[in-house]
């Protein structure tokens, strides 16, 4: 028998740093970015430019990312000094608990509506909202006493569950979780009180993966939460007041949902959407950095790529309402920023294309300047980043999750493709289980990718050993290295697999 | 609530009033003693101008026979100053006696004139001067020992005083005659202002202090031994120098009585203090002692060259450089007359058998190695600092009794850790030995200097070459022992480098984990770097020694601020700047990080008070350890000018600076590809060109190494390492730009072992399964083993010279009568070493003069300067020498090339 890991202390603090992480991350980020502003005055200059399609491509590759990065240390460097306590509502309020599930295993899902019922500062109506018509459900929603909402049309999948459960629920405050999350008894008491302010429309909490000891996939994506429920979120709240909904442990104010026409249906990622709406309108979010609910993360590859598509291909086709979106220049900035970073998957694959592309070719994408120089103004660039990610992470993000990003970088790909193509995308209940064995389909594309630039490193060794050929197969190994490291969870299964088999059965959109 | 009560909990709470009595009473007596020593100055000054030449200098004799039995008669002040009673008692006996020795020296002062040459005058004024130097000594032990502090000062006061009103007056009507009577008047008068309470009151008041019955006569014996140890080097080197010699020491020691005479009133007045228990009594005395030795040490230092010239005249002026070094060890030995006057009091046996071992060895080792004023120096400063560690060390360490240590050694011996220890140094010196090279230029260099007499070795150091003397120091000493074939010429960098391998176990253990320990002195035995400077007859091995003993004193000192940490950073840090004086980078950075940890103190004040005493103590003592070497440094600098420091100082007879600076032309100079290399050299080794520039064009996995650190977090231990590697070679690539050339890892050597640390941590932070642990481990030290075969065997890296195979052969085939003809100049000294017996010259001197029977050698080095200037040079050469003869052979060495020409 598997302990259930929510149950666990918490082992991550979502607050704000100390003084001193503080002022070294503003300062490792100042130098990153003035750094980096010299890199550039350096490379883009007419001599540099080598081979032109692949200087153009390298330098969209290099600005993108510098962009983001600028984005980053924009919004991390904005961080509050101190963690803020809201103050009480000055009344017991009626509070709708929805819970939706979709064919979740009863025994995750019977945790999360018995610590529901269980909330502490208002009168709490907890509802399971079963799109998956489960007997079991419904017996163990009797069993605890709380409501069960089933309906007859299932489209609009976890959207159109919550829309369809505001119809049949009347509480001025509606709080969200997804059916692994299990919500902390103080959760309304340490949220309810920001709506005194009658301009917020909702209150996020971090998601926490409480699992994330395990290891492997789990530990990496916990850290790449960690990163963004840490230093982006808070920054995202403090300084520019541009906090979205992510679906989960936030309490909603009915009103706000009500003037959006409540969730939107189209969308594979229905929170950043009405986030945005809601922000259209005029009204306020805000981020409480305090762990008071407690999930599960993506146990194996596939779950992590089934939700990283997911958030990538909602995030990607919302970026047209976003440039529409009548938005005050900051709060646009902070979604365009969130939405294009499910595009840096292209940049990887120019990363990973131009030593193929030098070693079978020839051709590079610079010119008329030597190693030294490129080092000189590159290296620093780089390694000051690097400080300025982990100094403002706090040490959260892990070389295991920049791997994993890195790997799974065609996830990007794919989904801008079929944003572009303007395929329906489908609504993929991420697992809540890790499964066993090897997972070969969604380590695919980074073995080929793996296999081609090994391929090419023995091919350029095989040819010469000049310098250049060995920096580019030098280059090749290091992206194989992190490809590899990766994916190692889908081919080498972690010795304690999770005991029950995932469901990732899909939901109309 | 814990019951646990520790020592410290019983220990009497320190007064602070009889802190500051303590330190006023050796203040007053101090000043009394020092005001004395101006005024026996000014008498001096004033008796060279109004007397005659020949009469200066028998008042100059009669002056140094009162000090010879002064000294004697300091040990009568020092038992009657720990014992008062002991001096009323034996008052008169000594009396009798010094009267019956007047009367008799006066009586046959004739007979004992024609007999030794001593004028009759003086043998009478040392008779009747005899007595009251005697009471005196007595008298003013009995002040010492009841704390009568004034009438002590009077008593000083008036005989210094005394010489010079009385001895002036008389002096200006009588010449030497009055001179002499001012003298003997003055000491009488001086025997008059002692005056002593009969009985004294105090004795009658107190209590007879429970003193060991023999503990009188254990003090007069300490500091009998002690004046023989101050004087016994002067006797030596009357013996045994050439008179020339014999009177620059005796200049030297003339000076150095002087430091210690300054000091002399300390350990007296610490001995009632001392007898009493009284807090910090030692301390305080020790730190007059520490203050006034450094005081002079650097005052001598900044003065020497015109202190000699002023005082002695300008023939002494060679001898300035000695005098810092030669004051240090009186220094030294005037912290000994403390330590040993507090010991008087504990553990006199112990304490005699010290000193009388210590006499031992320095009159064995000034017989053995006394050739030169700079030798007598060396014993002498040596076995003064030796002295103070012995003395000092039974306070630091608590040693166990001799069946306890026995047992002691013996289980710490057996623990799995010494075992492990043992085994990987027995690997790693082994490899170092194994993997055998021959000498180079600059070892060559150094080992004819080490061959030369110890004062002109430091003579020819100063004059000509650019580093500290403690290398050569030590070579020096294992010629003489070992005599100088390569493995003993080698043998200190090799032990050097391999302590290395314990070392930096202890400093990965005490920063990181016992795991990260155990990985750095397992990648210790063959880093490439590590052995290759091991076997190396240069100071670069015992540099990083040093450097690696300094870091893991200073960790210890920090957390646990006891004195023996302390006294071992100071001695590490100290002996890093004789060694090498770039260790001026490390040591700052390791400044830095105490104020960064003071910073960090600063709402704890007990901690904060701790360290910044420990600090300021530390600083102290490296200050007076490093003053003598600012003297050699300036007279370096000033012999050097333009050379010093990585000038073209390529003239006959001055050393290549800079010998091998750009041995790898592909990445020389400040880059980033240069300081790619020079990390590359700190993990992997030296190499070829060709592998240089590959390896580096691999930096994409530098990327990916900053990628992997993603996470791991950032301890300050590591942040302090990165900080000993970047500082040193980030300011080395600053002043490379006025003094090219000297962005080269091995001034920055420290960084080799410190990388060596960091590299075992990246390795344990990467997992904790030993499994991965073990296989990363395994491959990391795969690739230096493969780095280190690369290193050693590959012929074509640049800094690998085979003198020893190139001229073995050419001895080997030479004819009688044949010339070895090399360039650049500075082969002249690895060509002696390696063909002593063949006719050698330099390509730079010309070819005229080569019988044109002769066959001629042309041995050339390459990457030692430019290749142009050097195969013009040789091609010429060749031209013009087959004009007469023809290329009969040719053949290659590693960076060595050779043609014979008959």
Not at chain 1, 91 to 106: A, M, T
Not at chain 1, 326 to 342: E, H
Not at chain 1, 394 to 402: H, I, L, P, V
Not at chain 2, 587 to 598: D, E, K, M, T
């Amino acid at each position: 028998m598997i302990e259930d890991p929510r149950v666990a202390p918490v082992n991550w603090d979502a607050g704000a740093p100390p003084k001193t992480v503080r002022r070294r991350a503003a300062l490792l980020s100042a130098l990153a970015l003035l750094w980096g502003l010299w890199y550039f005055t350096w490379l883009l200059r007419p001599d540099r430019v080598g081979n032109p399609f692949l200087f153009t491509v390298l330098v969209a590759a290099e600005l993108f990312n510098f962009g983001q990065a600028v984005g980053f240390w924009l919004t991390c460097v904005r961080q509050p000094r101190r963690d803020t306590v809201a103050p009480s509502l000055g009344r017991l309020v009626d509070v709708d608990v929805l819970i939706p599930v979709y064919n979740e295993p009863v025994e995750v899902v019977e945790a999360t509506v018995d610590a529901a019922r269980r909330m502490r500062g208002a009168r709490v109506h907890v509802a399971l909202l079963d799109d998956g018509d489960s007997v079991a459900m419904r017996h163990m929603a009797r069993r605890l006493g709380v409501r069960y909402v089933q309906r007859a049309d299932h489209s609009g999948a976890k959207a159109g569950n919550i829309n369809h459960a505001l119809t049949v629920t009347a509480a001025a405050f509606v709080a969200v979780f997804d059916c692994d999350h299990v919500p902390d008894p103080a959760f309304l008491e340490q949220t309810l009180g920001h709506f005194r302010d009658d301009r917020v429309a909702f209150v996020q909490t971090p998601q926490y993966y409480a699992n994330n000891g395990r290891g492997g996939v789990t530990e990496a994506a916990w850290a790449q939460q960690a990163l963004f429920f840490g230093a982006i979120a808070r920054g995202k709240h403090t300084g520019y007041s541009s906090m979205f909904c992510c679906g989960t442990n936030v309490v909603f104010r009915r009103d706000a949902l009500e003037a959006v026409g409540g969730f939107p249906e189209g969308s594979l990622t229905e929170d950043f959407q009405l986030s945005v709406r809601l922000h259209e309108e005029g009204w306020r979010s805000v981020y409480v950095p305090r762990v008071l609910a407690r999930g599960l993360g993506p146990e194996d590859l596939a779950s992590y790529v089934s939700q990283q598509h997911r958030w990538a291909r909602g995030c990607l086709s919302t970026i047209p309402s976003i440039v529409r979106a009548k938005l005050p220049s900051r709060q646009k900035a902070q979604y365009l920023l969130s939405a294009l970073y499910f595009l840096t998957g292209w940049t990887v694959l120019v990363y990973l294309s131009l030593p193929v592309i030098r070693i079978t070719t020839g051709s590079q994408p610079i010119a008329g300047a030597t190693a030294d120089q490129f080092l000189l103004h590159f290296g620093p660039y780089f390694a000051l980043s690097l400080a300025a990610l982990a100094a403002v992470g706090s040490g959260t993000y892990t070389y295991a999750a920049f791997s994993l990003a890195f790997s799974t970088f065609w996830i990007h790909i794919h989904a801008s493709v079929r944003a572009i193509l303007r395929r329906p995308g489908r609504f993929v209940v991420t697992p809540k289980h890790g499964q066993r064995g090897i997972q070969l389909r969604p380590a695919a594309p980074s073995l080929v990718a793996a296999g081609v630039l090994v391929a090419v490193a023995i091919l350029g060794l095989a040819g010469d050993r000049s310098p250049a050929t060995l920096n580019n197969v030098a280059f090749a190994a290091a992206h194989v290295t992190v490809l590899m490291h990766g994916i190692r969870s889908a081919l080498i299964p972690a010795r304690s697999a999770a005991v029950e088999p995932a469901s990732t059965a899909p939901q109309a959109a | 609530m814990s019951d646990v009560v520790t020592a410290a909990d019983h220990r009497p709470p320190v007064r602070t009033g009889a802190i500051r009595a303590a330190g006023r009473q050796q203040l007053v007596v101090v000043a009394a003693q020092v005001t004395s020593g101006l005024g026996n100055l000014m008498f001096a000054l004033l008796a060279v101008r109004l007397l005659s030449a020949e009469s200066w200098a028998r008042l100059a004799a009669f002056l140094a026979a009162m000090l010879l039995i002064g000294l004697p008669a300091a040990s009568l002040t020092a038992a009657g100053a720990l014992d008062p009673s002991w001096s009323q008692t034996t008052r008169q006996r000594w009396l009798r006696l010094a009267r019956g020795l007047s009367i008799t020296l006066i009586a046959a002062s004739v007979a004992l004139s024609r007999l030794t040459d001593v004028p009759i005058l003086e043998l009478v004024a040392i008779g009747l001067v005899l007595p009251p130097l005697v009471l005196l000594a007595l008298d003013r032990g009995v002040l010492y020992g009841l704390e009568l502090h004034r009438p002590l000062a009077n008593s000083l006061l008036v005989e210094a005083f005394g010489r010079l009103l009385i001895g002036g007056m008389l002096a200006t009507m009588y010449g030497l005659v009055g001179a002499l009577a001012g003298v003997v008047i003055a000491t009488y008068a001086s025997l008059a202002a002692t005056i002593v309470p009969f009985p004294p009151p105090q004795l009658r008041s107190r209590p007879r202090p429970s003193l060991w019955a023999g503990a009188p006569t254990a003090a007069g014996l300490t500091f009998l031994l002690l004046g023989v140890l101050q004087t016994q080097d002067l006797f030596v080197a009357i013996a045994r120098l050439d008179r020339t010699a014999a009177a620059q020491f005796a200049v030297l020691s003339t000076l150095g009585g002087a430091a210690v005479f300054a000091t002399a009133t300390v350990p007296l007045v610490l001995f009632p203090q001392a007898k009493d228990r009284r807090p910090r009594a030692t301390a305080i005395a020790i730190g007059l002692t520490a203050a006034v030795g450094l005081a002079v040490t650097i005052v001598a230092a900044a003065t020497a060259r015109p202190l000699m010239r002023m005082a002695f005249g300008p023939r002494y002026e060679s001898i300035a450089p000695l005098l810092p070094i030669y004051l240090l060890g009186m220094a030294s030995l005037a912290g000994c007359r403390v330590v040993a006057a507090r010991r008087c009091t504990s553990d006199p046996a112990r304490l005699i058998r010290t000193l009388f071992i210590a006499s031992g060895v320095h009159l064995v080792a000034l017989l053995a190695l006394g050739r030169s004023p700079g030798a007598f120096v060396a014993v002498t400063t040596v076995t003064m600092v030796g002295l103070g560690v012995a003395l000092v060390a039974p306070d630091v360490l608590v040693l166990p009794s001799v069946a306890a240590r026995k047992h002691a050694i013996v289980a710490v011996l057996t623990r799995p850790t010494v075992l492990g220890l043992a085994g990987l140094s027995a690997a790693a010196l082994s490899l170092r030995v194994v993997m055998f090279r021959g000498l180079w230029v600059d070892e060559a260099i150094s080992v004819r200097q080490a061959r030369l007499p110890l004062g002109t070795m430091l003579h020819d150091l100063a004059a000509t070459d650019v580093h500290p003397p403690l290398h050569h120091l030590i070579l020096w000493t294992t010629i003489r022992a070992m005599g100088d074939s390569e493995v003993a010429v080698r043998l200190p960098s090799i032990l050097a480098g391999v302590a290395l391998v314990p070392l930096l176990y202890h400093a990965g253990s005490l920063l990181y984990s016992r795991r990260v320990g155990w990985v750095a002195a397992l990648l210790a035995v063959p880093a490439p770097l590590l052995v290759w400077y091991a076997q190396e007859a240069r100071m670069y091995a015992l540099f990083m020694a040093l450097a690696v003993g300094a870091i893991c004193a200073q960790v210890l000192a920090v957390r646990h601020g006891r004195l023996r940490h302390w006294i071992a950073y100071s001695l590490c840090t100290a002996a890093l700047a004789w060694t090498q004086y770039f260790a001026l980078l490390p040591f700052l950075v390791q400044q830095v990080a105490f104020a960064a940890i003071l910073w960090s103190r600063r709402r704890d004040r007990p901690a904060r008070r701790r360290l910044v005493v420990g600090w300021l103590g530390s600083l102290a003592a490296i200050g007076v350890l490093v003053a003598p070497l600012a003297v050699f440094a300036a007279h370096q600098a000033a012999a050097g000018a333009s050379g010093w420091l990585g000038g073209s100082a390529t003239a006959a007879g001055v050393t290549p600076s800079q010998a091998g600076a750009a041995a790898s032309d592909a990445v020389s100079g400040v880059s980033v590809y240069g300081v790619a290399a020079n990390l590359i050299w700190a993990v992997w080794g030296y190499h070829a060109d060709v592998t240089m520039t590959r390896v580096t064009a691999l930096w994409p996995f530098a990327m990916l190494v900053l990628l992997t650190l993603l996470g791991r977090g950032w301890s300050r231990a590591s942040t302090y390492l990165v900080a000993m590697i970047a500082v040193p070679l980030a300011a080395l690539a600053v002043l490379d730009e006025s003094v090219p050339g000297v962005f080269e890892l091995r001034y920055a050597s420290a960084t080799v072992p410190v990388a060596v640390i960091l590299l075992a941590r990246f390795i344990t932070a990467m997992s904790r399964r030993l499994t991965t642990l073990v296989c990363a481990t395994a491959l990391v030290g795969g690739v230096l083993v493969v780095g280190l075969v690369d290193e050693q065997v590959n012929s074509a890296n640049p800094r690998r010279y085979d003198f020893s195979a190139a001229l073995a052969r050419v001895e080997h085939e030479a004819r009688p009568g044949d010339v070895i003809v090399f360039d650049p100049v500075y082969l002249a000294d690895v060509v002696g070493y390696y063909a002593p017996n063949l006719t050698t010259r330099p390509l730079d001197g010309g070819l005229e003069g080569i019988g044109p029977g002769h066959g001629v050698w042309i041995l050339a080095a390459s990457h030692l300067e430019d290749p142009k200037v050097l195969a013009s040079q040789v091609g010429t050469a060749l031209v013009e020498l087959q004009d007469s003869r023809h290329l009969t052979g040719h053949f290659t060495a590693p960076n060595v090339e050779v043609w014979e020409l008959r």
